[in-house]
């Protein structure tokens, strides 16, 4: 399996941004997906996850503000950003991991920038 992210732009606080995950390979091997992100200086955080359930559990930072989605691909998961803060600015990965920890992947990153 291999990721690939879109989306990162440069937008305005309070303004919106959809980010978008391509996995290809075998999609069917994917247990969880999840986005993270990494500010300049700062170590790699959770933003989001969504487990093949469904189920979806969210930073406290991004609650009420994010939301992660698969869409009718069963490749493609999406993050809808709103009310964008400066403090989200980073570098946005998409991971991957595999039924019975068989793999664990990630995308190479996209950059979002909120401008003040």
């Known amino acids: 399996v291999q990721l690939v992210e879109s989306g990162g732009a440069l937008a305005e606080t309070g303004g919106s941004l959809t980010l978008s995950c391509t996995a290809s390979?075998?999609?069917?091997?994917?247990?969880?997906r999840g986005w993270y992100r990494q500010a300049p200086g700062k170590q790699r955080e959770l933003v989001a996850t969504?487990?093949?359930?469904?189920?979806?559990d969210y930073a406290e930072s991004v609650k009420g503000r994010f939301a992660i989605s698969r869409g009718a691909r069963i490749n493609m998961v999406y993050l809808q950003m709103n009310n964008l803060k400066p403090e989200d600015t980073g570098v946005y990965y998409c991971?991957?991991?595999?039924?019975?920890?068989?793999?664990?992947?990630w995308g190479p990153g996209t950059q979002v920038t909120v401008s003040s």
């Open positions: 991971r991957a991991r595999g039924k019975g920890d068989t793999f664990d992947v």
């Open positions: 390979g075998d999609s069917f091997s994917i247990n969880d």
């Open positions: 969504i487990a093949w359930s469904g189920a979806t």
